[in-house]
């Protein structure tokens, strides 16, 4: 009994508005918010297919303007879609003429590939509000479903009674800092590249701000975190490889506060190195497909602030101690890893080639382990599943309200 009234309460709708498609006669959208994501229902002549996209997936939305036409064809006095540019509302580049609100919603969404293994696919819905004469009435409207999809995706409650006050703050900002370390020497050197390509934009589609540090040297990173008020951030984003969060993780155990710093700020990484063995786990971890966009799941799980406690392990020689995340080398592997430093500039491929060198010149190590066995079972990963569809989403969708100047 409690179960169902639960998933009446998530399938319960806090918002739902009819859409049209600009280009489509007699084709109708149906958009529904509710707590568990954005169901889309289209409805034409002969059949009405559904699909919800989960919150889960979506990372973020922004409310935007129709942008000023260059060359200004009176015969066209509503955007076509696939022109359609937009700007902040701040611009002086916006269209006067048009007074719709455009509401950009970003969501990394599995798609149905069939044969191939899953894979996240970048899907833009453009919900087109245009009812109302005065943009600042179609704004109000565009502004509420923007500020309940922004606190669903942020965990918050949103009910029907608290989305009729959403109007009152209508210039919701995100507050959330980031703090970014990026080391441009990781791998192939690609680093920085990395994050202006593939990181940048997801931070600016989520609203997410971030500080930027590059790395000048070795160490420069565990200094970093060691010396500075690391509170003023909401959590520190790597963007290298193992080597570099080794840093971060033991410049934090460097400080007389660590565990208040382990306990608040979470640490995460996007794969930038040779190796990257912690995002693979992690991606692994998640069943999170890590290939062929390795750093995807990492930046999705940065700006939607997904976290999960990881165990480290302390490790004491005579002359230091570190903190290990991953496993800890000794013999051929570290040989591998330290020696193959020089062959940087083959990224990856740097470990197969110095492997085959070390195995034709193989050394031989003595030593002793001791281990207590676990009666700990391993925990399972939380499985994300792929949730039916029979829409068969474009990478980009615009819908828009109805008005007065679209006629059948
Ligand atoms: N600006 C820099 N110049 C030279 N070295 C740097 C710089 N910034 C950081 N480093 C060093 O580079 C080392 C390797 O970096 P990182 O782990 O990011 O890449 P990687 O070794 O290619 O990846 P992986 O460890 O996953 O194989 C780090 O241990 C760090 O000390």
Known sequence: ??????????????????????TKKHCVFKVRLTKTGLCLIKESEHNIKEQVIPIRDVIGCRCLRSKKQSKHCTCQSIPRSNSLEVVEESSLELDDEDTSAYLYIYAYIFQSTKGTSKKRERTIITLRFRSFDKYEDNNKEAQKWR?????????????????????????????????????????????????????????????????????????????????????????????????????????????????EVIRNIPVGVVPGGSGNGLARSIAHHCSEPYMPHPTLPAALAAVKGRCVPMDLVRVETRSQILFSFL????????????????????????????????????????????????????????????????????AEMHLETESDERKY
């Not at 790597?238 to 155990?253: Q, R, T, Y």
């Not at 080398?329 to 940087?344: N, Q, V």
């Not at 491929?349 to 700990?376: C, E, H, M, N």
Request: proline fraction near 3%; include cysteine; glycine fraction near 8%.
């Open 1 to 22: 009994m409690e179960l169902k009234q639960d998933e009446e309460t998530q399938n319960q709708i806090l918002l739902e508005e009819t859409f049209y498609v600009l």
């Open 147 to 259: 500020t309940a999809i922004k606190k669903l995706v942020r965990g918050e409650t949103v009910t029907n009674r608290s989305i009729s006050d959403f109007t009152l703050s209508l210039k919701h900002r995100e507050t959330r800092k980031l703090l970014i370390l990026c080391n441009p020497k990781s791998g192939a050197g690609k680093g920085k590249y990395i994050f202006q390509e593939k990181v940048v934009p997801i931070l600016q589609e989520a609203e997410v701000p971030f500080d930027l540090f590059m790395t000048k040297h070795a160490n420069f990173a565990r200094d970093f975190v060691r010396t500075n008020n690391l509170y003023q951030w909401t959590g520190i984003v790597v963007v290298g490889g193992d080597g570099i969060v080794f840093e971060v993780i033991n410049g934090i155990f460097e400080r007389s506060d660590w565990s």
């Open 327 to 394: 496993s800890v080398g000794w013999g051929l592997l570290s040989d591998i890893d330290i020696e193959s430093e020089r062959l940087r500039m083959f990224g990856g491929q740097r470990f197969t080639i110095w492997s085959v060198a070390r195995l034709i010149g193989l050394r031989s190590y003595g030593g002793k382990v001791w281990y207590l066995p676990s009666d700990v079972p391993l925990s399972r990963s939380e499985k994300f599943e792929f949730t039916g569809s029979n829409l068969d989403l474009p």
